[in-house]
């Protein structure tokens, strides 16, 4: 019994030794991974220095290449920039146009000096009535307030309704007129407005005869043909109130009757005029005006003898007053 144990368990060990060993045999070994060696980084060279050669290389120059044709090319026109706006000129603009019509009374004073014949006959004829009218105008002052917005025109006329000469109770038919017209610039100044003029005028007294066989008495006709050169000045004393004063030179270019071979043919002739008033606005440019006026003709007669009359010279002298309503804008 004993020896049959002892069999069957060396039998059992043989097996399991047998089975041990094959499961061992069918695992296979694994190695551990090997380690990548780093790449060394290469050792710079060092450089050897060059040796130049003595002898220097030929240089061959190259043919320089043929022109390539030239396509004409159409200019390019650059765009033009946009013009800024013009700034607006916010300056208040002046007045444009002035225009006046009044009632006045004139009186004219004609004397000679030095009337060695005592022949001349002298005149005198005081407030007569008279129809006046006035106008400046300045174009460019309607759309712009810049230096050109202050030339203009001016243009002045009178009319005075004489009922006649009378002499030695006879009643001559009279008439008295005048007008001038020319450039006017003025100056602004604030509350002060200078101005300056030159133009052409007229200024007539004439008598005529009753009829043929009525003769006029022996006083000259006058007929001033003039160039006139004037300054004056306008003074806002307040919004509502102002003032004028004007002073003119008239060279006399001819005088009619009074200068013909009947008179005095040799006489040399020079006049002034002066002009003061006042104003006042009664609504917007609505306005009411006074002012007296006077013009002055001096003559240097010139007799030689055989003339007519001989005088060393003569004052013709007219002085007026208006009332007058202008509208100024």
Known sequence: MKLRRLLVAFVGLSLVASLTGSAGAAKPHRKAPARKAKPRPPRRATPVPAVEDPTPEPVTTAPPPAPEPVTPVAPVKAAKAPKEPKARDERPRPAALDVGIGAGIVTRVLTYNDDIFGKLRGYERSLA???????????????????????????????????????????????????????????????????IGVGYGMHGFEISDISADVKKPQIPSVVYSFVRIAAGLRVEATRRIFATAHFGYRLILSAGEFQSAAYFPRSRIDGVDVDVGFGVVIWRGLQARAAFDMQRYFSSLKPEPGDPFIAGGAVDEYLGGTLEVAYRF
């Open 129 to 195: 009535p008279s129809l006046n009218l006035s106008l400046a105008w300045f174009p460019g002052a309607h759309f712009s307030s810049s230096w050109w917005a202050h030339i203009g025109l001016e243009a002045h006329g009178s009319y005075a309704f004489f009922t006649g000469s009378r002499s030695e109770g006879m009643t001559y038919p009279t008439r008295a007129y005048s007008f001038d017209i020319g450039l006017l610039g003025r100056i602004p100044l604030g509350r002060f407005l200078p101005e």
